[in-house]
């Protein structure tokens, strides 16, 4: 149990890990008819890739308004994000009410809630749809704790106040425990394929700083495999234009849920878009995603210092 509460732990945190930068950016002009938000991170704030919106497809840099208007138009966005980083949940809130302003959102989908809160969700949307803010959101959400309410609050709080739903589409403790004791088999070619578990059982034998024991590996798989799986299946059954906001790791389209995506055989895969925030001196690989923001980054931190 102890193994598995830390490894859940790092899982949480290893979605949202991107290797180093390498190479230089090109400047990019950013046109919006609304301010963006100030930048909190305390580093790279000198970084000359700093507010950079590079489109991974052809390799330039884009402006804004042409962000804004391929997002607008795709059934499903992915947005990718470092979960202790609050720029990311500051251009998240942004990025949702500039597509409000463009077309009538169908749902958002969010990782950092389960698909066992979805009832609790829907009350307090009801709750406030007749004028009423609970007094304390995160009780009435049941929010986990293991997801830093300050980090989440002014999202969140834009999100249950509008009229299309918000869900949830991560998977309860309970339900990681049963995967964990007994690893169902996956279905699917492309979610299945040895270089997508490889690469992901590498990702998580560095995230549990290599201590992880070869024995836990493929239970470990399973659970990070099956919330993206879940992710999928509730995206794919959301009114839409759908959005979900989830680590990066989750939302690539090599590894994480696009992969479930063509697994479950949706015709709208062709059709989805992906944006990855990244801190200014990591990257994101060509091919991982459409679209990535370039934003200041958090104090680095060694999780592996007191293992």
Request: hydrophobic share 45%.
């Amino acid at each position: 149990m102890r193994w598995f509460l830390f490894a859940l732990f790092a899982l949480l945190s290893a979605c949202q890990l991107i290797p180093k930068q390498q190479g230089a950016a090109v400047p990019v002009t950013v046109v919006t008819e609304q301010p963006l938000p100030e930048w909190q991170s305390p580093r790279e704030r000198d970084n000359p890739r700093l507010g950079y919106i590079l489109d991974l497809r052809s390799g330039a840099t884009i402006a804004l308004s042409q962000l804004l208007t391929e997002l607008a138009e795709a059934p499903l966005v992915l947005l990718g994000e470092k979960h202790d980083n609050a720029d990311h949940h500051a251009l998240q809130l942004w990025l949702i009410q500039a597509l409000e302003a463009r077309r009538t959102q169908g749902s958002v989908v969010m990782e950092m809630l389960t698909v066992t809160q979805q009832e609790a969700i829907n009350q307090v949307q009801s709750q406030l749809r007749e004028g009423s803010m609970p007094e304390d959101l995160p009780a009435a959400l049941s929010w986990d704790k293991g997801w830093d309410w300050q980090q989440y609050d002014e999202l969140v709080t834009h999100l249950v106040q509008q009229p299309y739903p918000l869900l949830g589409a991560n998977l309860n403790r309970d339900g990681l425990m049963a995967i964990y004791r007994n690893p169902p088999e996956l279905i699917g070619t492309e979610s299945t394929r040895e270089d997508v578990t490889q690469r992901l059982s590498e990702q998580i034998r560095e995230s549990h700083c290599n201590k992880l024991p070869e024995t836990q590996l493929p239970a470990m798989l399973a659970v990070q495999q099956q919330r993206d799986r879940s992710m999928a299946t509730v995206l794919l059954d959301a009114a839409r234009p759908a959005l979900l906001i989830a680590g990066a790791y989750h939302v690539r389209y090599d590894l994480g849920v696009p992969l479930h995506i063509r697994d479950l055989q949706a015709p709208v895969a062709s059709q989805q878009r992906v944006l990855i925030f990244a801190e200014a001196d990591q990257d994101v690989e060509a091919g991982s995603a459409d679209f990535v923001w370039y934003t200041p980054a958090v104090a680095a931190k060694d999780y592996c210092a007191d293992l």
